[in-house]
């Protein structure tokens, strides 16, 4: 373990009442960290992807509401309640499809409900979000170790997105579990998708593979097919915004036909998740897939790459199927084909 992953990729983390992050829309150019102490704030950072990826917005998510109790000036127990409900929606309403900031908020609340004392509640809050950012750094190392197993010396493993240290607290999911296969000893390399449009790929998921040591080629979206057509690929690991308990794995657009092209070729496609990621009570007609702007799609930073006045489907998200899915890795295990079945009893073994 090297220390950047306590430090200089270290996500987000709480330092003296404030919420501090990397801002991941500036890399791979520069890496910057902002700091702030309004719960608003901390919203347009999640909306406009200053910070990403499920788990490290669910701690965020917590974080923003333990500012929002620092903010508020209620006198009672009921009126502090009052201020985080209204900052739990503000929050929540940023990114509507991954699960963990809606959970990250609902643990906070819980806690909240709880006290009797606004100071006490307020620093209960804070101290919970904390544990929160600690317990992602370990669950995901926990992953990583049961993840670590499918794969074998000398695998190429292909990812889309990034689902690494940037996405999280610190350690990572999908990049979790490749950095402890690396870490038992096998010999890996990755193949990472650039990750149109707002390209998570190249400069997230190329920029810390590459700062870690870990060997990592860069693909155009449009080579999946090529690369495992020509047996440049062994296995396939992509992280999760949503697990339903049918299986149905949420993720960023694109996932669908990575995973479909595997299939094809009789690839292993695997998907590293926290348990907190999995919503047991959705069906997948439940779920809004998030729309973003066309500017993302019809621009480049300042340089505009399409004509004027077109139209722009622009989904951050697609569903996988559970057809398409050979193992869910989470803290509690290894979820194999039927995942109802498997998923229950991991959340069992959990209680």
Known sequence: MTDLLYSGLRTVEWKDNAVVMIDQTKLPNELIHVKYTDYNDVASAIRNLVIRGAPAIGVAGAFGLALAGLQS????????ITDLESA???????????????????????????GNDVNKIKESIINTAKQMAE???????????????L??????????????SLATVAYGTALGVIRATKDSGKNIKVIATETRP??????LTAFE???????????????????????????VVVGADRVLRTGHVYNKIGTYQVALIAKQH??????????????????????????????EVTQIGDKKTAPDGINVINPAFDM???????GIITEAGVAKPPFEESIKKLFEAKK
């Open 266 to 295: 009789g690839i292993p496609f695997y998907v590293a998740a926290p348990l907190s990621t999995f919503d047991m009570k959705s069906n997948p007609q439940d779920v809004i897939i998030e729309q973003r702007k066309g500017t």
């Open 73 to 80: 000036n209620a006198s009672t127990p009921e009126q502090l």
């Open 209 to 235: 593979l590459h700062h870690d040591g870990i060997d990592v080629s860069l693909i155009p979206d449009t080579a999946v097919g090529y690369s495992m057509a020509n047996k440049l690929v062994n296995k």
């Open 151 to 164: 794969f074998n010396n000398n695998d190429t493993i292909m990812t889309h997105c990034n689902a690494g």
């Open 88 to 114: 739990k929606k503000v929050l929540f309403e940023t990114r509507p499809t991954a699960v963990n900031l809606a959970w990250g908020l609902e643990q906070i609340m819980i806690v909240a409900k709880k």
């Open 198 to 203: 707002v390209q998570q790929g190249s400069r």
């Open 320 to 326: 996988t199927p559970p057809e398409l899915i050979s």
């Open 135 to 149: 317990d992602d750094i370990t669950i995901n190392m926990t992953m990583g170790k049961h993840g670590s197993q």
